[in-house]
C-alpha cells in the first residue's frame, strides 16, 4: 500500500463504529419489539436445527458401503458437505459485508472528507467484517460440532480445531469474498437502472433458493415418518457422494484437519489458501476502496439515458398507485422484499401443502387439506404483505409533496391500500389456483380460500398504513431508501403471523381434535369461523384506518410520528 496506515486512527474508526451500533439500543432508537422476536426467532431455528441435524446425522453414519459400516468415513464426508455449506454461506455474507462497507456505506461521505488514508480506513472496515463474520462462523461451527461430537466421540484435537476454526473461517470468506465482491459490485452496477432484468433475476433466485429448501423440508418429512431417508443413501448415491467429497475444497482440509487426517498437509494447504487469498484480494478491494473514495468526492452523479416525455394525464387515483408501484420496482431492495416474495408465495403455500398434507394423512389417517390450505395461505400471505408497513415512511419527503397536492386524504391513503391489496391478490390467486389444480382442494374451496386470504390481507394492509401513518420515520437518505426495518416491520410481522396462527391454525386444530375423536361431517365449522373472523378483522382494520385520519392528516407535519 502506498500510503501508511495510522493504527491510532484505526482504533478510533472501530470505536466509532462500536458507537453507533450501540446507539442503535438506546432510548428511542431501540426496536425492544423486534429485537426479542428476531432472537426468539433464531433461538427456535437453532432448537430445530439442532434436533434434525442430529437425527439426519446419526442415520447417515449408519449407512453401509459394500455391506460394512464406515462411521469415520461418513463422518468425513459429512463434515465435508456440512462446512462446505458453511462456507459458502459465510461467503454470501462477507460479499454482501463488503460491498455495504465500502461501496454503500453512509459514512464514506464523512470519512473522505476527514484527513484519513484509505489503508486506514480500508484495515479497519475490514476488521469490522472480520468481527461480523467471527459471529456467524462461531455460531454454525459450534452448534455443528457440538452436534456431531454428540453423536462420535471426539478427542481433545476436535475441540481444539473447533476454536481455531471458529477464528479462521472467517479469513477465508473474506477472502473469498473479496475476490467475488468487484464483480458482484460490477454486476449490481449494471442492473442498477435495468429494473425489469433485475427482478427477473432477483426472482429466479429467490425461488431457486426456495426449491432447495422445500427439498430440505422433504428430507426432514421423510425422518418424521420413519426411515426412508435411510434407504436413499444406496449405493449409487454413496458412490457420487464420496466423489464429490474429493472436490470439496478447502472443506475438505478442514474435515481431515478436524478428523486427524493428513494435518500437516491439509493445514499447509489451509494456511496457503488463506495467505493467497488475502494478498490478491487486500490489493483489489484497496485499489477499489481508493476508487470509491475518490467518486465519492466527484459526487457520483447519475445522468439519464433517454429524455423523459411528459405523462399523460390520469386519474388521481391510479396516479398515485402507479407512483407507489414505480417507487417499489426502481428500489432493488424494495422489490426482492415485496414483488419477488409476492411472485414466490404461491410456491411457498404448494411446496408446504404437499409436505403438510402428507404428514397429517400419515399420522392421523385424515384428510384436513382445507384447514392446512387456509393455515398455509394466511401465514404466507401475511408475510407477503410485510411491505404494507412502509406504506407512508418509504415515500420519505415526498409525502409532504404529495401532502401539498389538491387530493383527498382517502385518496392517497386507500391507493397504498390498492396497490398493496392487488399484488397480494395475484398471489393468492395464483396459490389458490394451484392447490385446486393439484387436486389438493375442491375449486370452489379454493375461491373460499382467496377470500379468506383478501379478507385477512385487506385487515393486515389497512392495520399497516395506519400504524405506519402514526409512527412514520422517515430516512435520511438521498434517495429516501429504508435500509433498516423498525419497530412498525416487527408489529406488522408479529400482527400478521398471530392472526394467521389464530385463524387457521385455531381451524386445523379443532379438525384434528375431532378427527381424533371419531367425529365426521364438522367440515362446516372451518368455513364459519374463517369467514366470520376475516369479515370481522376486515371491518375493524378499515375502522382504524380511517378513524380521524382527516384530523391528523392534515395535522402531521413531520416524520417523527403523532
Not at 415515500?395 to 385518496?411: I, N, R, T
Not at 394451484?434 to 382467496?450: C, D, K, M, N
Not at 416487527?490 to 385463524?503: H, K, T
Request: proline share 2%; aromatic share 14%; glycine share 6%.
Amino acid at each position: 500500500m502506498k500510503d501508511k496506515i495510522n493504527f491510532k486512527q484505526v482504533g478510533t474508526l472501530l470505536r466509532k463504529g462500536a458507537q453507533e451500533r450501540s446507539s442503535a439500543y438506546k432510548k428511542g432508537n431501540f426496536d425492544a419489539f423486534g429485537f426479542i422476536i428476531r432472537w426468539a426467532i433464531i433461538v427456535i431455528f437453532l432448537a430445530v436445527f439442532v434436533i434434525f441435524f442430529g437425527r439426519f446425522t446419526d442415520i447417515y453414519l449408519a449407512v453401509k458401503t459394500n455391506g460394512a459400516l464406515q462411521p469415520e468415513a461418513r463422518m468425513y464426508e459429512l463434515l465435508s458437505m456440512v462446512y462446505t455449506i458453511i462456507l459458502l454461506f459465510m461467503v454470501i455474507g462477507s460479499v454482501s459485508q463488503i460491498n455495504r462497507q465500502f461501496f454503500d456505506a453512509d459514512d464514506m461521505k464523512l470519512l473522505v472528507a476527514m484527513p484519513l488514508g484509505a489503508s486506514t480506513v480500508f484495515i479497519a472496515k475490514l476488521v469490522s467484517i472480520y468481527f461480523n463474520q467471527l459471529v456467524i462462523s462461531a455460531a454454525c461451527v459450534l452448534v455443528v460440532n457440538i452436534v456431531v461430537a454428540a453423536q462420535m466421540a471426539q478427542g481433545a484435537m476436535f475441540y481444539v480445531m473447533t476454536a481455531v476454526f471458529c477464528l479462521v473461517l472467517p479469513l477465508i470468506s473474506i477472502a473469498i469474498g473479496a475476490l467475488v465482491a468487484m464483480p458482484f459490485h460490477a454486476v449490481k452496477q449494471f442492473l442498477k437502472n435495468r429494473f425489469v432484468l433485475y427482478f427477473i433475476i432477483i426472482t429466479v433466485l429467490l425461488a431457486a433458493g426456495f426449491y432447495l429448501y422445500s427439498v430440505v423440508l422433504n428430507a426432514v418429512r421423510d425422518m418424521l415418518l420413519g426411515d426412508s431417508l435411510r434407504f436413499f443413501f444406496n449405493e449409487r448415491v454413496m458412490n457420487f457422494l464420496q466423489k464429490l467429497t474429493t472436490y470439496l475444497y478447502p472443506a475438505v482440509w478442514c474435515a481431515d484437519i478436524l478428523m486427524g487426517n493428513n494435518l500437516v498437509i491439509a493445514g499447509l494447504c489451509l494456511w496457503g489458501l488463506v495467505l493467497v487469498c488475502l494478498a490478491i484480494s487486500m490489493l483489489v478491494i484497496h485499489r477499489l476502496m481508493v476508487w470509491v473514495m475518490q467518486s465519492r468526492i466527484a459526487g457520483d452523479v447519475n445522468f439519464l439515458r433517454r429524455k423523459q416525455t411528459v405523462a399523460p394525464k390520469r386519474n388521481p387515483f391510479f396516479a398515485l398507485m402507479k407512483k407507489d408501484f414505480l417507487l417499489i420496482f426502481r428500489t432493488p431492495s424494495y422489490t426482492f422484499s415485496y414483488f419477488s416474495v409476492a411472485i414466490i408465495m404461491p410456491l411457498m403455500v404448494y411446496f408446504c401443502m404437499t409436505i403438510g398434507s402428507s404428514i397429517v394423512e400419515k399420522l392421523i389417517g385424515m384428510n384436513c387439506n382445507l384447514e392446512i390450505a387456509v393455515f398455509l395461505t394466511l401465514m404466507f400471505g401475511s408475510l407477503t404483505n410485510v411491505f404494507c408497513s412502509t406504506n407512508i415512511s418509504r415515500d420519505g419527503e415526498m409525502f409532504f409533496s404529495v401532502k401539498a397536492y389538491p387530493l383527498g386524504y382517502k385518496q392517497v391513503f386507500f391507493s397504498k391500500v390498492a396497490l398493496c391489496l392487488l399484488v397480494t391478490a395475484i398471489s393468492q390467486l395464483i396459490s389458490a389456483t394451484l392447490l385446486a389444480a393439484f387436486g389438493y382442494v375442491a375449486w370452489w374451496q379454493s375461491l373460499f380460500i382467496l377470500l379468506g386470504g383478501l379478507l385477512c390481507s385487506f385487515a393486515q394492509i389497512c392495520f399497516a398504513t395506519r400504524y405506519d401513518f402514526n409512527h412514520a420515520k422517515f430516512s435520511t437518505e438521498e434517495d429516501g431508501e429504508i435500509k433498516e426495518s423498525g419497530n412498525t416491520v416487527s408489529v406488522i410481522i408479529v400482527v400478521g403471523m398471530v392472526s394467521s396462527f389464530v385463524i387457521g391454525g385455531s381451524v386445523l386444530l379443532i379438525r384434528l381434535l375431532f378427527a381424533l375423536r371419531l367425529v365426521a361431517g364438522l367440515e362446516f365449522l372451518t368455513y364459519l369461523i374463517v369467514g366470520v373472523i376475516s369479515a370481522v378483522i376486515a371491518v375493524l382494520s378499515y375502522l382504524y384506518v380511517i378513524s380521524k385520519l382527516g384530523v391528523r392528516y392534515r395535522e402531521f407535519s413531520g416524520g417523527g410520528g403523532l
